[in-house]
């Protein structure tokens, strides 16, 4: 069975850090584009970072450029999302999903996306 399955988030104090793990099962990651969105209550859900397949380009939303860091780990076939610095914005839920439009500017990322994890919550508390 294909399967996403996004984890590791929690509640975290704005300057606090949190990695998020998306790991697949029923294929292999580093075979396709995997990014990473967030939805916060009434807001439209964005793109925030997305690594592609093969060279391993990496892209951000401008909003976490400096504190997010997305990185592969093929033997563990999973994607991680290492969130530093965390604001108080940075709340929402968080999905990862295979297949993605790796780009920069991330607009059209989810166009094509074929998998998607549960979501995991982040809380960013003051």
């Known amino acids: 069975e294909v399967q996403l399955q996004a984890s590791g988030g929690g509640l975290v104090q704005a300057g606090g850090s949190l990695r998020l793990s998306c790991a697949a099962s029923g294929f292999t990651l580093d075979d396709y584009n995997i990014g990473w969105f967030r939805q916060a209550p009434g807001k439209q859900r964005e793109g925030v970072s997305c690594i592609s397949s093969g060279d391993k380009r990496r892209y951000y939303a401008d909003s976490v450029k400096g504190r997010f860091t997305i990185a592969s780990d093929n033997a563990e076939n999973t994607v991680y999302l290492q969130m530093n610095s965390l604001k108080l914005e940075d709340t929402a839920v968080y999905y990862c999903?295979?297949?993605?439009?790796?780009?920069?500017?991330?607009?059209?990322?989810?166009?094509?996306?074929?998998?998607w994890g549960q979501g995991t919550q982040v809380t960013v508390s003051s």
């Open positions: 999903a295979s297949d993605v439009i790796c780009i920069p500017g991330l607009q059209v990322m989810g166009m094509a996306a074929e998998y």
